[in-house]
C-alpha cells in the first residue's frame, strides 16, 4: 500500500466528513490542506474536552462496585459513536459520491477503503474517548498501579473501539444493500440520523442527572446491569475470570468476523454497484403528467413534499425543533423536579407565554419554512414564469411549510404538558401560544428566505449558512432562552402577588394583540401586499 496515495485520499475523503464544516471554511478562501488541518485540530480538541469533562466526571464512582453504571456509560458513549459514524458514513461512502471516480484511476481497492474508513474513525474517536477515561479510572479503581492502569485500559478501549466501528459499519452498510432502503434512501438516512441524535441528546441528560444526584449527596443506587457490556467490567475488576477471558475471545473472534465481512461481502458488493451503474445505459425519465383527479393545488402541495426529501435539511429540523425542548424536558424530569400539577387557572397567560418562547428557540435558519422558497432551485423561476399568481403560490408553500412546523411543535407541547403534569386548560393555552408564536416566527422567516433567495446552492448546508451561519443561530439562542426565561419567570412571579392578577393579565393581553397586529401588518405590506 502507497503511504503517499493513502495520506493523500485520507484528506480527500476528511473533506466529506462535514459538508456543512467545509463548505464554511471555503467560504473563508481557505484550501483543501487547510481545511483539512482546521479539521484535525476541531477533533483533537473536541476529544481532548470530553475527556478532560467526562473524565473528570468518572472520578466520582466507584465503578468496580457499581458494574451497572459503568454498563450504562458504556452503553451512552456507544450510542454516541453510533450517531456520529451513521452521519459521516453516509457523507463518506454514499453523499460523496466518488467511488466511480476512483476505478479508472490507479489506485487499489484496500488503499482506497482504508483511507475513506480511516477518515470515518478519526471523525468518530473522539466521541468515544471518554471510554478510555471509564476503562482507566474503573482499573485504577480496582487496584493497578497507575501505569499498568492506563496500559490495560488503553488496549481494551483500542479492542473495544475497532469492534464498534465495525459493528456500525456492518449495521449502516448491511441497511444500504437492502432494497428497501434503496428505494427510500432519504427517509432511512433521515431516521437514522434523527433517531441517533435523540438518543445522543437523551444520553448526555442522564450523565448530568447522575452527576447532580452526586454533588447532591444523595445515597448511589446502582443501574440497572447491561449484560452486553458486562464482560468489559470484569476484564478490568476480575481479569483472571471465566467472564472475562471469555469476553477477550469474544472480542477477538468479532473483531476478526468484521473485519471478514467487509473485505468479503461489503467491499466487493460497492465496487460490483458502481460498476453496474457506470455500464447502465441511461434512462430517459418521463416528465409525469398531472394525475386527472388532482387539482392544482394538490399537484403543488405533492411537489412541495418532495421538496423535503433531503436527509440532512429533515436532520437539522428534528435537531432545531426537538434538541432545546428535550434538553429541558430530560434535565427536569430525570431528577423529578418537574410537576406543575399545582398551578391554577391565574398561569394561562404564563403558558401562553411560554409557548411563544418555546416556538421562537424551535424556529432559526434550518427550519422548513427558513428554506421552502430556495428549495425549489431552479424550478422557482419556471414556476414564476407560467401563469400563477406569485402571492398564490408562495402564499400555499407558506401555509404548507407553516403547518409542518406546526404539527411538530404540536407533538412537543403534548408531550411537555404530560410530563409536566399541566391540566388540560394549561396545556390548551401551551399549545396555544406555540401556535401563535410559530405562526409569527414564520412570517418572519418566510420573508427572510424571500429577501436572501438562494437558487443554485449545491449543497443544502449553504442555505443554513445565509445570514451568520451556525454562530447567529447560538447568539440569537442564547438571547431567546435568557431573554425568554427572564421574562417568563417575572411574569409568573407576578401571579404570585393575587391583587395584581387581573391588572396583570389585562396588560399582558393588550401588548400580546398590539404585537401580533403590528407584526402581522408589518410583513402584510412589506411582503405580501407588494407580490404580484
Known amino acids: 500500500m502507497n503511504k ?32 483539512v488541518k482546521s479539521l484535525l485540530m476541531n477533533y483533537v480538541l473536541t476529544g481532548v474536552l470530553f475527556i478532560v469533562i467526562y473524565g473528570g466526571m468518572m472520578l466520582a464512582i466507584d465503578f468496580p ?5 459503568f454498563t450504562s456509560y458504556v452503553t451512552i458513549f456507544t450510542i454516541m459513536a453510533l450517531a456520529q459514524s451513521v452521519t459521516t458514513i453516509n457523507n463518506v461512502f454514499y453523499e460523496s459520491k466518488d467511488l466511480k471516480d476512483y476505478l479508472p484511476l490507479p489506485f487499489s481497492q484496500s488503499t482506497v477503503f482504508t483511507a475513506k474508513f480511516t477518515a470515518v474513525a478519526i471523525t468518530v474517536l473522539p466521541f468515544i474517548l471518554p471510554l478510555l477515561a471509564l476503562f482507566v479510572v474503573t482499573a485504577i479503581r480496582s487496584g493497578y498501579n497507575m501505569i499498568l492502569a492506563v496500559i ?7 479492542l473495544f473501539f475497532v469492534l464498534i466501528f465495525l459493528v456500525c459499519s456492518l449495521f449502516v452498510f448491511g441497511l444500504t444493500q437492502t432494497k ?10 433521515f431516521l437514522m440520523i434523527g433517531i441517533t441524535m435523540i438518543a445522543m441528546v437523551v444520553g448526555i441528560m442522564y450523565v448530568n442527572s447522575r452527576q447532580n444526584a452526586i454533588y447532591a449527596g444523595k445515597k448511589l443506587v446502582d443501574q440497572t446491569v447491561i449484560g452486553v457490556f458486562l464482560p468489559l467490567h470484569q476484564i478490568l475488576v476480575h481479569p483472571l475470570s471465566y467472564s472475562a477471558i471469555g469476553g477477550i475471545i469474544g472480542i477477538l473472534a468479532l473483531i476478526v468476523l ?9 467491499i466487493p458488493r460497492m465496487y460490483r454497484t458502481e460498476l453496474n451503474t457506470m455500464a447502465a445505459p441511461a434512462k430517459k425519465h418521463r416528465q409525469a403528467g398531472p394525475h386527472a383527479s388532482r387539482n392544482f393545488t394538490q399537484q403543488l402541495l405533492h411537489y412541495n413534499m418532495g421538496l423535503l426529501k433531503n436527509a440532512t435539511l429533515m436532520g437539522q429540523v428534528l435537531v432545531a425543533t426537538l434538541l432545546m425542548p428535550g ?17 391554577g387557572p391565574k398561569y394561562l397567560g404564563v403558558l401562553f407565554l411560554t409557548g411563544i418562547v418555546l416556538s421562537q428557540m424551535t424556529l432559526n435558519q434550518s427550519a422548513i419554512v427558513a428554506n421552502i422558497i430556495s428549495l ?5 423561476n419556471f414556476i414564476k414564469s407560467l401563469p400563477i399568481s406569485q402571492r398564490t403560490y408562495l402564499g400555499l408553500k407558506f401555509k404548507f411549510a407553516t403547518a409542518l412546523q406546526e404539527a411538530l411543535l404540536l407533538v412537543v407541547g403534548v408531550v411537555i404538558g404530560f410530563v409536566a403534569h399541566l391540566n388540560w386548560a394549561l396545556i390548551l393555552a401551551l399549545l396555544a401560544g406555540l401556535t401563535l408564536g410559530n405562526y409569527l416566527g414564520s412570517l418572519f422567516y418566510f420573508y427572510r428566505d424571500y429577501r436572501n433567495l438562494v437558487l443554485n446552492w449545491t449543497n443544502i448546508s449553504q442555505l443554513f449558512n445565509r445570514s451568520g451561519g451556525n454562530f447567529a443561530v447560538m447568539f440569537l439562542l442564547a438571547g431567546e432562552v435568557f431573554g425568554g426565561g427572564i421574562i417568563i419567570a417575572l411574569y409568573a412571579i ?12 389585562v396588560i399582558f393581553v393588550i401588548l400580546l394583540v398590539a404585537v401580533t397586529f403590528f407584526l402581522i401588518h408589518h410583513y402584510q405590506w412589506t411582503f405580501w401586499a407588494k407580490l404580484k
Open 327 to 343: 434538553i429541558f424536558l430530560f434535565s427536569f424530569a430525570i431528577n423529578g423536579n418537574l410537576n406543575l400539577s399545582q398551578l
Open 376 to 380: 425549489d432551485g431552479d424550478n422557482y
Open 180 to 189: 428497501t432502503f434503496n428505494r427510500h434512501r432519504k427517509m432511512f438516512t
Open 4 to 35: 503517499g496515495q493513502l495520506w493523500t485520499l485520507i484528506r480527500v475523503n476528511m473533506l466529506y466528513v462535514n459538508p456543512q464544516a467545509t463548505q464554511k471554511q471555503r467560504q473563508k478562501d481557505k484550501d483543501s490542506n487547510q481545511i
Open 152 to 158: 490495560i485500559g488503553l488496549i481494551l478501549f483500542l
Open 494 to 505: 407576578a401571579m404570585t402577588f393575587n391583587f395584581a392578577v387581573l391588572a396583570i393579565n
Open 258 to 266: 468484521g473485519f471478514f465481512l467487509i473485505k468479503t461481502q461489503i
Open 65 to 69: 462496585k457499581y458494574p451497572g453504571f
